[in-house]
């Protein structure tokens, strides 16, 4: 069952489920969900590798930052056509065994050619979301930080739910060499 406004503004207050919403998402938000922000972009660098217990993934650069301080006509990132990157949201999830969440690219991405590369966000996982995002047009798009690029719904898992132990969570972005996958 996919949890209504009410109930996920409930849970933000007296659980803390979504931590630094924007003021429309508190006050005014669409459908059965919130839309979650752009905060940071990475770009990857080097080889990577995934095996049966191991894994590497390729190295990160940190390209783009959401910058406070700047007004919003300084404060974007232009994603290159063809180009492939990690975005990470500003927000931070913090999800119960109850729960958990499915991602959805707002509809503005694919209408200007990204392509949103997602997961499910499973029980018990904290911390901010990474996606990956491919410009698949011809041309340059500019995305505001703090534009609003995914929209998360929040499901009742019933019965028994496992908690999250991967090494995800807190919202990290790239393994730091190779390790063994939990």
């Not at 930080?145 to 998360?152: D, E, Q, S, Y």
Request: glycine share 14%; hydrophobic share 35%; proline share 3%.
């Amino acid at each position: 069952m996919i949890l209504g406004i009410k109930k996920l503004h409930e849970l933000v207050k007296t659980n803390n489920l979504v931590e630094n919403l924007c003021e429309r998402e508190l006050n005014s938000p669409e459908g059965a969900g919130f839309d979650l922000r752009l905060g940071e972009v990475y770009e990857l660098e080097g080889d990577g590798f995934l095996g049966v217990e191991e894994r590497d993934t390729p190295n990160i650069k940190l390209v783009g930052k959401n910058n406070l301080e700047k007004n919003e006509s300084e404060n974007f990132f232009i994603f290159e056509p063809g180009k492939y990157y990690l975005i990470k949201t500003i927000e931070k999830v913090n999800l119960p065994i109850t729960l958990s969440g499915i991602i959805f690219p707002r509809t503005t991405l694919f209408r200007s050619g990204l392509g949103l590369f997602n997961g499910i966000v499973q029980p018990g996982y904290s911390g901010e979301l990474t996606f990956g995002l491919c410009n698949l047009g011809k041309s340059n798009i500019k995305v505001s930080f703090g534009a609003r690029v995914v929209h998360i719904t929040f499901h009742e898992v019933l019965g028994e739910g496992n908690q999250y132990r991967g090494q995800w969570q807190g919202g990290r972005v790239a393994t730091d060499g190779q390790e063994t996958q939990i």
